[in-house]
């Protein structure tokens, strides 16, 4: 019983995401709710922490009522993706396909929102994909982004296929 209880804590208390966290860009309300906090869709900002000049934005929906007041909500999986050249592409490493950019608990044990990273080697285009995944079963509900690496001022751009590991 302590082994167990040792498990879900150290999970409830892992670091929520791999890279910095995100930033807030706004929050819109979609459902009132009288004495607790309303439904709402959240946007986010974050910049891909191996690629400089990336920067993507989600939205998620977040619960509200007592179980979102407390966080014990268990979020669903409709989280939208744009990612968007904003500056010239510098790799700082190499990535396999599929690396994880950021991640998130959407509640309070069992389910994860994972944004990963992959290479169109033929198209020279970073692909950005968002999931939830759960301990026990996943979500086929996701939704893609794609950057087409272009150069910017007088810089050429880099190839993705040479920052692939494998």
């Not at 982004?145 to 751009?157: A, F």
Request: proline share 7%.
């Amino acid at each position: 019983m302590r082994r167990w209880l040792a498990l879900v804590l150290a999970l409830v208390l892992a670091g929520p995401a791999l890279a910095e966290g995100p930033d807030l860009i706004f929050k819109k309300s979609t459902v009132f709710k009288l004495l607790t906090p309303d439904h709402k869709l959240a946007v986010y900002g974050i910049d891909d922490p191996v690629v400089e000049g990336v920067a993507c934005h989600y939205t998620q929906p977040e619960k509200g009522g007592v179980a979102g007041m407390f966080g014990v909500a268990e979020e669903v999986s409709d989280i939208s993706l744009a990612c968007r050249q904003v500056g010239p592409i510098r790799f700082t490493e190499k990535f396999d396909q599929g690396d994880t950019v950021f991640s998130e608990r959407r509640s309070l044990i069992f389910k994860r929102m994972q944004i990963v990273r992959g290479c169109d080697a033929k198209r020279n285009v970073l692909v950005y994909l968002v999931y939830s995944d759960k301990l026990i079963e996943g979500s086929p509900k996701n939704s893609t982004s794609t950057v087409p690496i272009m150069p910017w001022g007088d810089e050429e751009p880099p190839r993705c296929a040479d920052w692939v590991r494998g």
